[in-house]
């Protein structure tokens, strides 16, 4: 058999597909391993380039791999998408993610330490939790209005809710002590979220680049914490390349010269994107309060001319920006002129 320099990985619960390939780029072994056979397997071969896609699991085969000697490198899966042929199955996944992994041009996702992952997880559980309780409040309200017991949108507006049903004489007895196991759980959420997130300010603290980038207007404790812990700036030449990854750019469908620019990509980090489109629409909030002279010159100036969702999009790129080269400098923010500064000038 030749010599392997290259093995694309496509994993799965139990039975990982293999497909290896010499310096040549032709194939010299395709078979599937199961889970127990993983180690034995790699611990036999010299350190050799291993790709997989950066999915469930990756990040602990990659450390593992890695402890072995080998240069394990993770492929997003999106950019494994275009070279699988026309039959999709596992051999045939796995010689997609090899020769991707063989571009030039690909980028990839660093491996994460195990530290890295249990911090993100504590932003995940707690972005979980927020879902289920949102889910169990809308049920909660959904419920209530069939008996005529009418409350708003939002979490704050629950506990109100619950004693609206409370007073309702008309609610019969099973449907009442429905609606209130509902409340019991939204309340046993409520004490876990608070835990969760006492735990996350204790994090923020520790952590200085995460302290560096909330004193970016717009970022609060859990962006900064989720760049700080999520984010390589290394990986990014420059902070366009990640708020293109973030999927705050727009989409081009360009030809023949002539620039055609659509909608925002929604790629990359749904969650990171989410959350700097939140922290840039409480930015505008705050600056078009009457009166109020420290609101940025070019956002309001830009919020003369565009819709508020469109200059939110805009001043979350700008967000994911600074993000990037406080990063890569780790200089401190420097705030942008006001209305005021700009008056005074």
Known sequence: MSHITRIGI????????LHCVDDTGRAVLQTNLRRAQMVAFFKKLPPTEIVMEACGSSHHWGRELSALGHNVRLIPPQYV??????????RNDAEAICEAGGRPGMRFVPV?????????????????????????????RGHAAEFGVIAGKGIKRII???????????????????????GREIEHLDTRLAEIEVELIAMHKTNPLSQLLATIP???VIIALTFAIEIDPAVFKSGRHLAAWIGLTPKEHSTGG?????GISRAGNERLRRLLVTGATAVIRFATRPGNKQANEWLLKLLARKPRKLVAVALANKMARTVWAMMRSGEVYRRQPSVAGAASA
Request: proline share 4%; glycine share 6%.
């Open 218 to 220: 717009g970022i609060g």
């Open 81 to 90: 998408k275009p070279f699988v042929k026309r039959a999709k199955n596992d």
């Open 258 to 262: 002539k620039q055609r620019l659509g």
């Open 10 to 17: 496509d994993t799965s619960k139990a039975v990982f597909t």
């Open 112 to 140: 994460k330490s195990a530290e890295q992952q249990a911090q993100a997880m504590v932003l995940k559980v707690r972005e979980t939790l927020i879902g289920q309780r949102t889910q169990l409040a809308n049920s909660l």
């Open 160 to 182: 109100p809710l619950l004693e609206a049903i409370e007073a309702e004489t008309a609610i019969p007895a099973e449907a009442r002590e429905m609606l209130a196991l509902l």
